[in-house]
Antibody
Framework: EVQLMESGGGLVQPGESLRLSCAAS????????MHWVRQAAGKGLVWVSR????????SYADSVKGRFTISRDNAKNTLYLQMNSLRAEDTAVYYC?????????????WGQGTLVTVSS | DIQMTQSPSSLSASVGDRVTITCRAS??????LVWYQQKRGKVPKLLIY???TLQSGVPSRFSGSGSGTDFTLTISSLQPEDVATYYC?????????FGPGTKVDIK
């Protein structure tokens, strides 16, 4: 069973940094693309970033490009999202998500999410 | 960047009704489209990928069609457990933009 456990969320002030982690288990982590998706309260899903299986390729939403960095440690089965220069509009639940086997960008496994609140 | 729109933004239908949700891309994306279902308080669930391929375990009353810029998700006979918000997402290239969602309720 796919298990994804996010951690690292919390309350920060605008301009500050935060690093999210996602511990994966129940599948061969190093074989899958991974994604971060966020959802503000009562709002829709927003794709944030993705990383390929060996970490050699990454992509970002325009709204976070240059501020967020996705990375992974396949030896530790862990996905990360380093978030710098945080803004109020980054406030959301951040989901760690796993891509599919046939379609790596089709997300078929989700964590329960970690809440990031950016407020002064 | 390619923008994704969905219509309607919400709908209310009776149990047993046929329900159709439309997703439109601002540029052609071939068949690189997925559909998700998100029930209240739950994480999203993958329904369909490659525009029309049903994910394993998804009831056959769900179907997808389309290519290029126009796509549809159809529920052939709406069930109470289908109350949810449905999202499309493109994946031809980054950014992997989601549509704004369509909320489906029972009348």
């Amino acid at each position: 069973e796919v298990q994804l456990m996010e951690s690292g969320g919390g309350l920060v002030q605008p301009g500050e940094s935060l690093r999210l982690s996602c511990a994966a288990s129940g599948f061969t982590f190093s074989s899958y693309w991974m994604h971060w998706v966020r959802q503000a309260a009562g709002k829709g899903l927003v794709w944030v970033s993705r990383i390929n299986s060996d970490g050699s390729s990454t992509s970002y939403a325009d709204s976070v490009k240059g501020r967020f960095t996705i990375s992974r440690d396949n030896a530790k089965n862990t996905l990360y999202l380093q978030m710098n220069s945080l803004r109020a509009e980054d406030t959301a639940v951040y989901y760690c998500a796993r891509g599919g086997v046939i379609v790596p960008s089709a997300i078929n496994g989700w964590g329960q999410g970690t809440l990031v609140t950016v407020s002064s | 960047d390619i923008q994704m729109t969905q219509s309607p933004s919400s709908l209310s239908a009776s149990v047993g009704d046929r329900v159709t949700i439309t997703c439109r891309a601002s540029q052609g994306i071939s068949n690189y489209l997925v559909w998700y279902q998100q029930k209240r308080g739950k994480v999203p669930k993958l329904l369909i990928y490659a525009a029309s391929t049903l994910q394993s375990g998804v009831p056959s009353r769900f179907s997808g069609s389309g290519s290029g810029t126009d796509f549809t998700l159809t529920i052939s006979s709406l069930q109470p457990e289908d109350v949810a918000t449905y999202y499309c997402q493109k994946y031809n290239s980054a950014p992997l933009t989601f549509g704004p969602g369509t909320k489906v309720d029972i009348k």
